[in-house]
């Protein structure tokens, strides 16, 4: 069923715009970011990742930028599309000593008028 | 698509009660991981292993247990449930041989369980 998602922020965008979604991390020695998309009912998917040594990844549609000064990740969406609503988590690697562990951000809900 | 399998999907249960919940991935991964996440919420790690007859707790204090007897399958157990234990519980897979920083989660679909 739909997570209530009450404390959700959300970004309402007008299909065929492009949407841009950011993120906060916490932890300056973090070297590897992710972005996952979560469907309602489904478990998160794998958008695109960045590694530290870069500020800027292109996928499909999507780009992922990195600015490790302020310590803030953003995904841009082109052409926002109805099948991209969902709610997208930013996720951080706090470990770079090799101990794997990751931390979510709150999550962003995109919603996609018609 | 990631070969990653939670069963069961919707689980409502009675305090008390002793539950386990299901894992499987066919894709040979040695790493697996749970993570709990309530509505609107973050995901919070568990539990995780770095491959069979490993397990290790993870950031958010749990009363469930884990096993890792086959690679393929990482079972959660909550010996006694109650309310506070109802959230979503997702299981992860990654192909990572051993701790390494740039790898990427595979998620199952999610058990969603309610303890009355």
């Known amino acids: 069923g739909e997570s209530v998602g009450l404390h959700l922020p959300t970004l309402s965008v007008q299909e065929g715009d492009n949407s841009i979604i950011n993120c906060a991390y916490s932890?300056?020695?973090?070297?590897?970011f992710i972005w996952y998309k979560q469907e309602s009912g489904k478990g998160p998917q794998f958008i695109i990742d960045i590694r530290s040594n870069m500020d800027k990844r292109q996928g499909q549609r999507v780009t992922v930028l990195l600015n490790k000064t302020v310590k803030h990740l953003s995904l841009q969406i082109a052409a926002t599309q109805p099948g991209d609503s969902a709610v997208y988590f930013c996720a951080e690697n706090i470990s770079p000593s090799g101990t794997y562990k990751y931390i979510f951000g709150t999550g962003t809900r995109l919603k996609v008028l018609a | 698509e990631a070969d990653i399998y939670q069963t069961p999907r919707y689980l409502v249960i009675g305090t008390g009660k002793k539950i386990t919940l299901e894992c499987s991935q066919t894709m040979g991964h040695d790493k697996m991981y749970w993570y709990q996440q309530d509505p609107g919420m973050e995901l919070h790690l568990i539990h995780y292993?770095?491959?069979?007859?490993?397990?290790e707790k993870g950031d958010l204090s749990s009363e469930s247990t884990v096993s890792r007897i086959r690679t393929e399958h990482f079972p959660l157990t909550l010996e006694s449930a109650r309310p506070s234990h109802t959230s979503q519980y997702l299981c992860?897979?990654?192909?990572?041989?051993?701790?390494?920083?740039?790898?990427?989660?595979?998620f199952g679909s999610g058990t969603q369980l309610s303890v009355l």
């Open positions: 992860a897979s990654s192909e990572s041989k051993a701790p390494a920083t740039n790898e990427k989660l595979f």
């Open positions: 292993s770095y491959g069979v007859n490993s397990t």
């Open positions: 932890n300056s020695a973090s070297d590897y």
